[in-house]
């Protein structure tokens, strides 16, 4: 079926069309529609029409919906990871893993009730707190996870009675496109609403006064302007904005143990994920030893079309990111040393092999700044209050790791770590029931668990005089 928007229930065409490349290829895969503000003024009002009566359904009953969307996903979950693959250039297999986070999305948010809290019951007064919807929901994702974002941000958005915009990114928008088709069999008209566009509505859905939230994965320069947009009408905002996340491995691991566990923290989906590893601290004692067995850990590696089984990296997912990862790469030549990998193929699609750089510190560019791409900085420290300081300057801080054989010593160096998340011994260990929080310029609020679906919702106070 031709990829159509979703507004008011019905799956309509946009007012243009553009291409969508397979990064791997180069090749053009679809035609995705391209919605005008006119269209967008039409889901809008729609969103807003429907959210008084899907908000009066109660969470038991809008937690059947979401089941009914598990089931329907999961039914298509191969198409739907064969079109993240084409679309992003992810191996199919982490493609398959996308859709299973997306059931357990669903699984985790719809059994999620808001229970009335009695603060004060006595002869004088009662005092209750209750959960109530924002109203309507914009959520802006990015291409690295559509699906999932998709539906970190849904699930919870729905959940708490609010209706929903979804916009992918104008690179990526064929598996949330698809969804839309799942859903308008599924949802009320108006309730799920999904725009696909040329990377220009995001400023008229952050300023639009019938939009109650913002919710923004991207990048930190885009969650600030997001921000400032949404200031003159007090949205409610949550941002999952860049991540430069530090790793900190101690004299006493198992280096050869621990190398393949690293190499999968660093290059997951080819680096292209917020909290991946994006700085490798290592103890000068073990450095060489690291550095060479993750190198030996890489050797196999074989970069190509997601949609060979054998392949274990991918492309970068579009052509301005690629040549941004290439600018990185060149510079690390020549202020670092290639540990390993480092080559761009001359071939089509956007590869850049997995690149593993040393003799860099802090200061360097491949340290300071998130490449957001397949090469990894691995910097030598002595002191581990050095390290610790030299990991919190970044202005960044989503996640962080500590990795040693004393669980008590890396928790106890965890707890001085500036980061929403600290992971002891592995690193972006996600899972929808657990809590993602930001924290310095690496966000605002959080996503994920419970912490994630009170974040649309607000506390409402009943504060009742019995004698009155």
């Not at 250039?89 to 982490?94: H, W, Y």
């Not at 990998?341 to 340290?367: A, H, N, Q």
């Amino acid at each position: 079926m031709k990829p159509k928007l979703l507004i008011n229930g019905d799956l309509v065409d946009g007012r243009s069309e553009r291409d969508v490349i397979n990064p791997a290829t180069e090749q053009v895969i679809a035609r995705s529609p391209v919605a005008d503000k006119a269209q967008l003024e039409l889901a809008v009002s729609a969103a807003r029409a429907a959210q008084p009566g899907w908000a009066s359904l109660g969470m038991a009953e809008r937690g059947e919906y979401l089941a009914k969307l598990a089931g329907m996903i999961e039914s298509q979950g191969g198409e739907l990871a064969e079109l993240i693959t084409l679309e992003v250039g992810r191996p199919i297999a982490l493609s398959h893993f996308e859709v299973q986070l997306v059931l357990k999305s669903c699984a985790f948010f719809g059994t999620q009730r808001f229970d009335r809290e009695v603060l004060v019951d006595d002869d004088n007064m009662k005092v209750a707190i209750h959960h109530v919807p924002l109203g309507v929901v914009a959520a802006i994702l990015p291409w690295n996870a559509p699906l999932y974002l998709a539906i970190n941000k849904m699930a919870p958005a729905l959940m708490a009675g609010n209706t929903i915009i979804l916009k992918p990114a104008p690179t990526t928008p064929l598996a949330t496109l698809k969804l839309g088709e799942i859903a308008s069999r599924i949802f009320p008209a108006g309730v799920v609403n999904i725009l696909a566009d040329n990377n220009d509505l995001g400023p008229a859905l952050v300023s639009h006064p019938d939009i109650d939230k913002i919710a923004f994965t991207g990048s930190s320069a885009t969650g600030k302007k997001i921000l400032a947009a949404a200031a003159p009408d007090l949205k409610r905002v949550t941002l999952e904005l860049s991540g430069n996340d530090a790793a900190i491995i101690l004299a006493d691991v198992n280096v050869e143990a621990i190398a393949p566990a690293l190499v999968f923290g660093a290059f997951f989906n080819s680096g292209q994920i917020c909290a991946v590893i994006k700085r490798l601290y290592v103890h000068e004692s073990i450095h060489d030893r690291l550095c060479a067995a993750m190198a030996a850990a890489l050797a196999s590696a074989v970069s190509g079309d997601g949609l060979d089984p054998d392949t274990h990296y991918g492309p970068i997912q579009n052509s301005e990111q690629y040549e941004k990862v290439k600018d990185f790469l060149e510079e690390a030549r020549v202020t670092g040393r290639i540990v390993c990998g480092g080559m761009v193929p001359d071939k089509p699609g956007y590869f850049i092999e997995p690149t593993l750089v040393s003799g860099l510190t802090d200061g360097d560019r491949l340290v300071d700044e998130e490449p957001f791409g397949p090469i990894l900085p691995i910097i030598k420290f002595t002191d581990i209050d050095d390290a610790v300081n030299r990991a919190n300057r970044s202005p960044y801080g989503l996640g962080a790791s500590v990795w040693s054989s004393d669980t008590a010593l890396a928790e106890s160096i965890g707890e001085r770590l500036e980061a929403g998340t600290v992971w002891i011994n592995q690193h972006c260990a996600i899972d929808p029931s657990i809590p993602f929080p930001t924290s310095k310029q690496s966000g605002i609020g959080v996503e994920a668990g419970r912490a994630g679906l009170l974040a649309y919702a607000n506390l409402k106070v009943f504060n009742i005089n019995k004698n009155g």
